[in-house]
């Protein structure tokens, strides 16, 4: 009686183990998530310094450039050394990978062809690049079913919809730098306090 046969021929004890594999996979791509969260703060830092570098140092037009060329160096060499180490990947973290590469390459390709072209509005080019912020994370936050992630999204966009309403640079810079805070550095650090804990708790039970 408890381990009935459906219409499918799938019986009741198949589906409790493909809803908890479901569960694990989803439980892995948090802990990946997680174990990315030093990226989120970096990625938040070179954000802040690059904006600061526009607004208060000379040579602006390399700011973005030269922070971004740097993170990605960096970026780089911690994820190479943590596969050197044994680090490995399942189906949805490189899943969740996979959202963050698109959207580098379309921030990427938004930029590149918004200045080349002179097609460059200040309320256009920082909204668009908030929406696609928040576009990769509400992605990743309904692939992980998290939704910690989900009000990140909701920072990002808020922040982009703001940009079409306040419009002078200071007022897009400051929602900019706002949106940096909460959605990057402060979400990057959470990220980090979840794997510590997490590492932590594995340290206790093999005590």
């Known amino acids: 009686m408890t381990n009935f046969e459906p219409d499918n021929g799938t019986s009741r004890d198949e589906l409790v183990q493909r809803v908890a594999l479901m569960e694990s996979m989803i439980a892995e791509g948090r802990r990946t998530t997680t174990r ?8 938040g830092l070179v954000y802040f310094t690059a904006m600061l570098w526009v607004i208060f140092l000379p040579f602006r037009n390399w700011a973005w450039p030269v922070c971004v060329a740097l993170a990605l160096v960096i970026g780089a060499v911690v994820k190479w050394r943590r596969r ?3 680090g490995t990947e399942s189906l949805r973290s490189r899943s969740i990978e996979s959202v963050w590469k698109a959207l580098g390459t379309t921030i990427g390709l938004f930029v590149v062809a918004a200045i080349a072209t002179h097609h460059f509005d200040a309320s256009t080019y920082f909204g668009a ?3 696609f912020l928040g576009m990769a994370h509400a992605t ?15 920072i990002w966009w808020a922040g ?5 309403i306040f419009t002078t640079p200071a007022e897009l810079a400051t929602i900019f ?8 550095i ?3 650090l959470y990220a980090m306090w979840l794997e510590r804990r997490r590492a932590s708790a594995q340290v206790e039970q093999h005590a």
């Open 36 to 43: 990315y969260g030093w990226m989120f703060l970096l990625w």
């Open 177 to 184: 730098l706002t949106a940096t805070f909460f959605g990057m």
């Open 129 to 131: 690049i908030l929406f």
């Open 186 to 188: 402060l979400f990057g």
């Open 140 to 154: 990743s936050a309904l692939i992980l079913r998290w939704g910690v992630q989900g009000v990140v999204a909701a």
């Open 160 to 164: 982009g919809v703001a940009c079409f």
């Open 84 to 86: 050197a180490a044994g």
